[in-house]
């Protein structure tokens, strides 16, 4: 099969079954299958590699991944706060007090490490003068 590259006409080279590259530009481009097949043996090599059934079976149907790349892909971790969570356990920060400041806009560093002013109450405990 020939395909012409979408940037510089030229014509692609065959990478895998599924992948092709242009010479000149480096221009990747895929091609979908109309109908991928997830079989037992794709199960289980995802399995290997941490991933779920269920995250296959989404990558595949959904995002139309390559089987042979949702089944080797690791699954990313996001982890957006890191360690700092337990740096502000280990301040006697509570996490939810944690997160409430960063969702605030306090740094992470701020919101771990300022202590609580336990001076002040919410205002639902305040009393009210009369």
């Not at 089944?71 to 006697?92: F, L, Y």
């Not at 920060?93 to 992470?108: E, M, V």
Request: glycine share 4%; with cysteine; proline share 4%.
């Amino acid at each position: 099969m020939i395909i012409t590259c979408f940037k510089c006409t030229a014509d692609m080279m065959e990478i895998r079954t599924d992948l092709f590259r242009c010479p000149f530009c480096g221009f990747e481009a895929r091609q979908l299958s109309m109908s991928q097949e997830i079989t037992q043996a794709d199960i289980e090599t995802a399995a290997a590699n941490d991933i779920s059934k269920w995250q296959l079976i989404e990558r595949v149907k959904r995002y139309n991944w390559a089987i042979e790349e949702a089944v080797t892909d690791p699954v990313r971790k996001h982890e957006k706060h890191g360690k700092w969570p337990e740096i502000a356990e280990a301040n006697g920060i509570p996490k939810a007090t944690y997160y409430a400041r960063y969702k605030n806009g306090w740094d992470h560093e701020r919101a771990a490490t300022e202590k609580v002013d336990k001076k002040k109450t919410p205002y639902s405990k305040r009393s009210v003068a009369t």
